[in-house]
């Protein structure tokens, strides 16, 4: 293999970074360990009506289906109910930061639909466009996971298991692990396991869930359901409304995820957006000054599929009230979100409305991240939106 051996001769001719002893995958601000964490859970489930996808033309179709001005999404669609019981492999990176707060804070922060965890951590420019990276900096543990069906956690059949409810229950054990300790000692067993930072770190003080899309749907109808179970929430890129959703499934321009461009490993039902669908869902504000070619490009780069259960299902967790909540939570909007506010989040909503949702949050902020489209780290000035909501969490002792 002389290509390898190249590469390998011309590492040795740089400088040797550390002598160290073993240290776990580094970030400018920490340090951080890939993990593969068996989760079960057992929810109710059911079997939907809704069109099996095996190819590209099947595809195109069940975004016409789910566009479809009569298309239900509720329970008037469920064939059969169901329960749906096992135990999944869920990929996650937990982080500490090289200077945390005086008390151990652990955001956990759940990614949407078409993207995966590393939603949460660019790899381009991660000074600039990394919230794991600011988060660290900012002194947080933080724990991203890829969501069952995505990225290198397990791709279960599309149609009767991945569903809502399940991610929901997913967020609760992943949470309840953090709470007793049993995800650090986790993480502290897991390779490389000699790493310092990961030593004897009990469990966290405090526990922040932070939402992206989907993944704010989850993490409200996760602060709605189990109050207890949360210090404070970030929920960005998402509120319900009349314009959620409203552009419809079709503006993701998805192919058949198994013979897409690039192909994935992935069964029956599974979809994938094409580069315009990226775009029109995840990129916005002014082209010439929102993004760049470059930040689009990787955008475009980190696309995963998606499984058509999920939409089916939404409908479970969607609009939840809980008086359960009695935190502080912060709704971060994209000025130009598309996807969730047809293009235009100014005055949307509003305090008093998000207030009908957690009557009893100690403290309801609602920011808007100007010139900026749904994939808000993928936008130029990233770090200036994270700070609001470090901000928002360190008024209140987060
Ligand atoms: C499924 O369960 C719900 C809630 O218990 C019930 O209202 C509905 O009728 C059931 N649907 C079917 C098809 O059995
Ligand atoms: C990235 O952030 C640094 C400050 O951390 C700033 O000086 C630089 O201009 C930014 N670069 C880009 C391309 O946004
Ligand atoms: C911690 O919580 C997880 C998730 O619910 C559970 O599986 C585990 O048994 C618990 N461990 C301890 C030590 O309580
Ligand atoms: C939350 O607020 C509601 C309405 O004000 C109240 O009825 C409820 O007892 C409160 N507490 C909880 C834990 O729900
Ligand atoms: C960058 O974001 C901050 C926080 O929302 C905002 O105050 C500022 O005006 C933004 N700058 C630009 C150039 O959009
Ligand atoms: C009536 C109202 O709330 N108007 C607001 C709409 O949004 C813009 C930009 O965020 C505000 O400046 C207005 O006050």
């Not at 949360?230 to 079709?250: E, F, K, P, W």
Request: net charge negative.
């Amino acid at each position: 293999m002389p290509a390898r051996r190249l590469i390998a001769g011309a590492l040795l001719l740089l400088p040797a970074v550390s002598a160290s002893p073993v240290k776990a995958d580094n970030h400018l601000h920490g340090a951080c360990k890939q993990l593969d964490i068996p989760v079960s859970a057992t929810v109710d489930g059911a079997v939907y009506n809704i069109p099996q996808v095996n190819n590209d033309i099947e595809a195109g179709a069940w975004g016409i289906y789910d566009a479809t001005r009569t298309t239900p999404h509720d329970a008037s669609n469920v064939l059969k109910n169901t329960t749906i019981s096992g135990t999944w492999n869920i990929h996650a990176q937990l982080c500490f930061p090289t200077n945390p707060k005086a008390q151990d804070i652990l955001q956990v922060a759940t990614h949407g639909v078409h993207y995966d965890s590393r939603y949460w951590d660019s790899k381009y420019l991660p000074q600039n466009h990394s919230y794991v990276e600011a988060a660290l900096k900012e002194g947080y543990s933080i724990l991203t996971y890829d969501r069952l069906g995505v990225g290198e956690s397990d791709h279960p059949d599309a149609y009767e298991v991945v569903q809502a409810n399940l991610e929901l229950e997913i967020l609760r054990q992943l949470t309840l692990m953090a709470r007793n300790g049993s995800l650090y000692t986790f993480a502290e067993q897991a390779k490389p396991a000699a790493d310092a930072a990961f030593k004897n770190r009990g469990q966290p003080a405090k526990i922040v869930h932070i939402g992206h899309s989907f993944g704010s749907v989850l993490t409200s109808a996760f602060i709605a359901t189990y109050g207890d179970l949360t210090d404070g929430a970030i929920i960005t890129g998402y509120v319900y409304g009349q314009y959620l959703g409203s552009a419809g499934s079709v503006a993701f321009a998805v192919e058949y995820a198994a013979t897409g461009h690039p192909r994935f490993d992935r069964p029956s039902g599974y979809v994938v957006s094409k580069e315009i669908g990226i775009q029109n869902i995840f990129f916005a504000g002014d082209p010439k000054t929102a993004y760049t070619p470059e930040l689009f490009e990787y955008g475009v780069s980190l696309k995963q599929p998606v499984p058509v259960g999920e939409f089916a299902s939404a409908y479970k967790i969607l609009n939840r009230p809980g008086g359960s909540f009695m935190a502080p939570v912060q709704f971060l909007l994209p000025e130009h979100d598309f996807y969730i506010c047809r293009g235009d989040c100014n005055n949307i909503t509003s305090v008093e409305q998000l207030k009908s949702f957690y009557p009893n949050a100690t403290d309801i902020d609602l920011k808007i991240q100007p010139n900026t489209g749904h994939a808000l780290p993928l936008h130029n000035n990233a770090t200036a939106g994270f700070q609001l909501s470090f901000d928002f969490l360190g008024r209140h002792g987060l």
